[in-house]
């Protein structure tokens, strides 16, 4: 069993960075395909990035593009979103997830999910 943490969500003013952090516990991130997810107020969950074990690309939704980065850090087996140039659109809560092999853009396809944090950009 996979068991995911995330940390990091806070307020912060457009334009402004952000790291959102996932940890496993019970088991390590390896093998298993690692997602974002986030729930905007009022609206359903949807896809933000997402990377399968062992492959160089990572799969980010249009309106994240260039601003927001998926890492990994498999000493620490913790998973990272950092988010830069934050929007107000940005504003949800943040849920890491996992697979075990591919990346999936659709909610249903992900067995493990953490609590979620959340993220408010906002002046």
């Known amino acids: 069993q996979l068991q995911l943490v995330e940390s990091g969500g806070a307020l912060v003013q457009p334009g402004g960075s952000l790291r959102l952090s996932c940890a496993a516990n019970g088991r390590t991130f390896e093998g298993y395909a690692v997602g974002w997810f986030r729930q905007p107020p009022g609206k359903g969950r949807e896809f933000v990035a997402g990377?399968?074990?062992?492959?160089?690309?990572?799969d980010y939704e249009d309106s994240v593009k260039g601003r927001f980065t998926l890492s990994r850090d498999n000493a620490e087996n913790t998973v990272y979103l950092q988010m830069d140039l934050l929007k107000p659109e940005d504003t949800a809560v943040y849920y890491c997830t996992a697979r075990w092999g591919e990346t999936s853009r659709s909610t249903s396809a992900w067995t493990y999910w953490g609590q979620g944090t959340q993220v408010t950009v906002s002046s």
């Open positions: 990377h399968r074990w062992s492959y160089d690309s990572t």
